[in-house]
Nanobody, 114 residues
């Protein structure tokens, strides 16, 4: 069993930056990919970014060049550094981890508004 706990969400103005963290605990050694989804109000969840166990990252077109995903395997933590934030980035951000199944965190709210 894997538990994921996100932190770092909050209110930020357009153009600002925010860093999300996701701490994994439990049976984590079989994880080979982690990432972030987000869900905007009234919309389905959207894959934002993923990162392999070796640190290879992929991004949604909507965030490419603005967001950076990284991981610290020693700390069992994944990060999402967000910059040049836009109002459309608003939503609940969920950490995911892929092993024999997919695990989801509870989510952290990101609100981009002036």
């Amino acid at each position: 069993q894997v538990q994921l706990v996100e932190s770092g969400g909050g209110l930020v103005q357009p153009g600002g930056s925010l860093r999300l963290s996701c701490a994994a605990s439990g049976s984590i050694f079989s994880l080979n990919r982690m990432g972030w989804y987000r869900q905007a109000p009234g919309k389905e969840r959207e894959l934002v970014a993923t990162i392999s166990s070796g640190g290879i990252a992929n991004y949604a077109d909507s965030v490419k060049g603005r967001f950076t995903i990284s991981r610290d395997n020693a700390k069992n933590t994944v990060y999402l550094q967000m910059s040049s934030l836009k109002p459309e980035d608003t939503g609940v951000y969920y950490c995911i981890a892929v092993t024999l199944t997919m695990y989801w965190g509870q989510g952290t709210q990101v609100t981009v508004s002036s």
